[in-house]
């Protein structure tokens, strides 16, 4: 039996333009439930839409800071909810310049930003400031990430930091799909054109929570940076 993973993300807040784009475009709320808010691509059950948006759906909407993890042996919720706390009256936001939907590697689609320093920075310190709180990978989830396919710098993260994509190879998204189809991008599009009208900044770190593997990431803590 698989056990409880955690993991830290940048969350809009839920009151925020960025949020409301999130829940149209996945169809899905920070507590996992369900959503109906917006509009529908394709069919109008929302059957397509979610079809299309169903990788992301598993997790929610966000930008991975700190990949899911199970817990390091005597580590526990109540600490690592704290220590989220603190970390977030320690760091200030940062800008996310040039925000918008792109298709990624022609692999997916995402919301990503130009890269700049001071985000790179915020990203790596959730990574190196919580990693007391993370057990170590097993071998078989070092294995799912393909580490024969990584770069040497990208392997020397995973075995390090539990996930390839930290430091020099961070690259700020949040996504939207799990394929790059044309259509589907340009309904993202003009659904963010419409529902962000101004300058986002990543000003909140959320904890999400998952009981196993099969089931989806929920929050449980959510903090404004600062």
């Known amino acids: 039996m698989s056990k409880p993973r955690y993991a830290l993300y940048f969350s809009p ?6 949020a409301a784009f999130g ?11 369900d959503s109906d808010l917006g509009p529908v691509f394709g069919a109008p059950d ?3 839409h979610r079809q299309r948006a169903a990788f992301p759906r598993h997790y929610g909407f ?3 800071l700190k990949a899911p993890f199970e817990l390091a042996k005597g580590a526990d919720e109540t600490h690592l909810k704290a220590a989220l706390e603190r970390f977030c009256e320690q760091h200030r936001p940062v800008d996310l310049p040039g ?21 790179q920075d915020l990203a790596f310190a959730v990574v190196s400031d919580f990693e007391s709180y993370r057990a170590p990978l097993s ?11 990584l770069s040497t710098v990208e392997r020397m993260n995973l075995d390090r930091f539990g996930y390839p994509f930290v430091g020099e190879a961070f690259a700020f998204h949040m996504t939207l799909s799990g394929s790059a189809e044309p259509s589907f991008l340009a309904f993202l599009e003009d659904l963010f054109a419409q529902t962000v009208n101004r300058p986002e900044r990543l000003d909140h770190l959320g904890l999400f929570y998952q009981p196993d593997r099969d089931s989806v990431f929920v929050r449980i803590a959510h903090h404004r940076l600062g």
């Open 62 to 64: 966000h930008a991975t």
């Open 46 to 48: 929302g059957s397509d």
């Open 139 to 149: 071998a078989s989830d070092r294995a799912r990430r393909k580490p024969e396919q």
């Open 99 to 119: 925000l918008g939907v792109q298709q990624v590697q022609e692999r997916f689609l995402a919301l990503t930003c130009r890269r700049h320093d001071a985000l």
């Open 13 to 18: 807040a839920d009151e925020s333009a960025l």
């Open 23 to 33: 829940e149209q475009a996945l169809k899905r709320r920070p507590d996992g439930r």
